[in-house]
């Protein structure tokens, strides 16, 4: 079965400073990975994703996500974080059963607080 | 265009109750799936939809059941409530189910 794997329970920075959120999966087959954020009292949303293609991925605020296959990663960075980036962020991998069926597969979260 | 839209956002049942939460995916979506998130953790996969049949469950006990609409709506029942059974319920539609699935805003379940 799969799994992920975030590092962080929780990640602290000041604003406007660089951040890593990790996160690593196990699987050997071809993965659908995502990341997806959710801000205090609010469903999920969509922040990026990777199907397939280029192994780096952008969203429009300005994080980015990096593929890496040979070490079952894919961890999720911003060179400048805001005030409203305070959220928590699930790294998922979306798991294929049956002939057309499939269900996300969530890590256990990343919360990243930004201090002023 | 709307996104997925879900009904109630809150609600307070009490242990024994029974409960329907309910799930518009977005438009042209066929395919509806439901997670439980408990506080502090990741959610969890109960269920996935399309075309009004079951592709998937996830592991939750038989009191837990759902059914999709031929409009694509969805609900999720939960029988003979638990303590634990407190939880953000989430649905997310997607196109076929095989492809990028999007979250509603959930309806939080307390169950005293």
């Known amino acids: 079965a799969q799994s992920v794997t975030q590092l962080d329970s929780q990640v602290p920075v000041f604003e406007e400073a660089p951040v890593e959120l990790r996160c690593n999966y196990s699987s050997s087959v071809s993965v659908y990975l995502f990341w997806y954020v959710q801000y205090p009292n609010q469903g999920l949303q969509l922040l990026l994703k990777y199907l397939s293609g280029s192994t780096l991925v952008e969203s429009i605020n300005g994080f980015e996500a990096e593929f890496n296959k040979s070490q079952t990663s894919f961890h999720l960075r911003k060179p400048s974080v805001h005030i409203s980036d305070t959220a928590e962020y699930f790294c998922?991998?979306?798991?294929?059963?049956?002939?057309?069926?499939?269900?996300?597969?969530f890590g256990s979260g990343t919360r990243l607080s930004i201090r002023p | 265009d709307a996104g997925v839209t879900q009904s109630p956002t809150h609600l307070i049942k009490t242990r024994g109750q029974q409960v329907t939460l309910r799930c518009s995916p977005i438009?042209?979506?066929?395919?509806v799936s439901w997670y439980q998130q408990v506080l502090g953790q990741g959610p969890q996969f109960i269920f996935q939809y399309y075309e009004k049949e079951e592709r998937g469950r996830g592991n939750f006990p038989d009191r837990f059941s759902a059914r999709q609409f031929p409009n694509y709506s969805s609900e999720l029942n939960v029988n003979a409530l638990l303590l634990g059974d407190s939880a953000l319920y989430l649905c997310?539609?997607?196109?076929?189910?095989?492809?990028?699935?999007?979250f509603g805003p959930g309806t939080r379940l307390l169950v005293l």
């Open positions: 997310a539609s997607s196109l076929r189910g095989q492809d990028t699935q999007y």
């Open positions: 998922a991998v979306s798991d294929l059963f049956g002939s057309s069926a499939s269900k996300i597969i």
């Open positions: 438009s042209g979506h066929k395919s």
